[in-house]
């Protein structure tokens, strides 16, 4: 509690008022299904409200807009004029330009706002400060979801009342409790992307109490494994599997160290997999292990008939970069992927549509299908210019935030390697605007760009 104490105390007393407010916007990431704001089902930001207020604020008291958020804007613009021609010309319908004047705004919003934070905390503290910042906000963060996580845990155990975690439970989302914890989100893996953010972030950047360090984490880790969730465990394994593989220098003495914790933590997981794996995610683990040993057509398109959730989080991805060649590689316009959704399964695996629940779903009126991974997502938006100013951003910006890590040797930026991989592979990434995904998107080539001036400044032949 000292430590937490000390945390919250270093932000009071380090930032300015309107600082703060981009925290409590961090502060709010793992509440943003709370039920009280009336947005939509799927996602309620309460975090991006936040961050829209401190954008007025910022504009109120600054009375100035960058040349940086001027090029932000006239691309949105542009984005918006091209979803205007496919939604007046081919689908004859403008909810989904509706849809993206929102999402894109949010978005710009979003990121200007992140830059502005950085911007004005670069001019009074150096990057390592700005990363413990935002660690201390992150740890701050988890405090209510990890406790909730715990009740929920228990209480499903039978060691606590069910009433006592559904009271928790519905005061931060409109999805009942089920059969495995889901912290103040409305599902089981959001709460464990935003487990594992956390979870990363931490372990990258906090190195001030190793006690804290070490108790806090192997808290998390043991919530995160509670949690159940299927896409969670993929997308952490995937994770380290792509950092170990591009950011890491090869040490075969490290290699099989490593190798041996893996092997004994997967070994003891498996062990005791009966007794926090529910029978939903040991079916979700199943069928991955199916595919992997028999991959072919006919086992893919057999789940993605039998397995709605599979359908969802890989199907439509893979319908996304499909729809390429349908929109002549030019996109479908922002938001407006679902328009030809049905047409696309019907052409490409028409198997899919003996899915019950999915061919609940296509009656409803507006089912607003969206592709759950932003490569794909922007790829069938628009078009392979979209996806390529995507890939080109992702890859080199990774390509010289590993080169600085690897040359000094620092966790700072091995942090932000690991924390920027993890970003593309969270289930988080199938939304525009998505505060904690921008965040590092932002944090990162920012960091890099003010650090490797510094350096060249200091030392010329670098």
């Avoid at 380290?240 to 490290?254: D, M, P």
């Avoid at 040359?407 to 930026?413: R, V």
Wanted: charged content about 15%.
């Amino acid at each position: 509690m000292r430590e937490l104490f000390y945390q919250i105390y270093f932000l009071r007393t380090q930032l300015t008022q309107l600082e703060k407010l981009f925290v409590w916007a961090v502060l709010f990431v793992s509440v943003d299904g709370f039920p009280l704001l009336p947005l939509n089902n799927e996602n309620r930001p309460l975090s991006t409200v936040i961050l829209l207020i401190y954008w007025v604020l910022q504009k109120i008291t600054s009375r100035s807009i960058s040349v940086f958020e001027v090029r932000l804007w006239l691309g949105l613009l542009v984005l918006i004029l091209f979803t205007f021609s496919k939604a007046y010309f081919e689908y004859h319908d403008f909810r989904g330009l509706f849809k993206f004047c929102i999402t894109g705004t949010l978005s710009v919003v979003t990121i200007t706002t992140c830059r502005h934070f950085f911007k004005g905390l670069l001019e009074r503290f150096s990057t390592t400060e700005i990363i413990r910042i935002l660690t201390y906000s992150l740890i701050l963060s988890s405090i209510l979801p990890i406790g909730i996580g715990y009740i929920q845990f228990f209480a499903l155990q039978g060691f606590l009342p069910m009433s006592v975690a559904n009271f928790f439970t519905n005061l931060f989302s409109y999805r009942p409790l089920l059969d495995r914890p889901q912290l103040t989100t409305t599902e089981a893996s959001h709460a464990a992307t935003y487990v594992l953010i956390v979870l990363f972030w931490v372990y990258s950047f906090y190195q001030e109490n190793i006690i804290f360090r070490r108790i806090y984490l192997v808290t998390l880790f043991i919530l995160f494994l509670f949690i159940n969730s299927s896409i969670g465990y993929i997308a952490f394994i995937l994770t380290l599997l792509i950092y170990g593989l591009a950011c890491t220098k090869v040490n075969f003495r490290r290699l099989f160290s490593n190798l041996g914790i893996v092997l004994f933590l997967g070994g003891a997981i498996y062990f005791l997999k009966d007794y926090f794996l529910v029978d939903y995610t040991l079916q979700r683990l199943n069928l991955i292990g199916n595919l992997l040993e028999n991959f072919n057509m006919d086992t893919l398109i057999f789940w993605l008939q039998e397995d709605y959730s599979f359908l969802d989080r890989f199907g439509t991805p893979l319908l996304g970069f499909l729809s390429l060649s349908n929109s002549k590689f030019s996109g479908t316009g922002g938001e407006s992927f679902y328009y030809i959704f049905p047409q696309l399964m019907a052409e490409h695996f028409p198997g899919m549509l003996n899915n019950n629940l999915l061919s609940s779903r296509m009656q409803i009126d507006d089912p607003h299908f969206t592709v759950k991974f932003l490569p794909a997502k922007l790829a069938s938006e628009f078009g392979i210019w979209g996806f390529g100013i995507f890939m080109w951003f992702y890859i080199t910006t990774l390509k010289k935030i590993n080169h600085f890590q690897k040359q000094f040797d620092n966790p700072t930026y091995r942090g932000l390697c690991l924390c920027f991989i993890y970003t593309i592979i969270s289930t988080y990434m199938c939304s525009y605007f998505n505060f904690i995904v921008l965040l590092v998107f932002v944090a990162v080539p920012y960091i890099y760009i003010y650090d490797s001036e510094a350096v060249f400044t200091e030392n010329p032949t670098v």
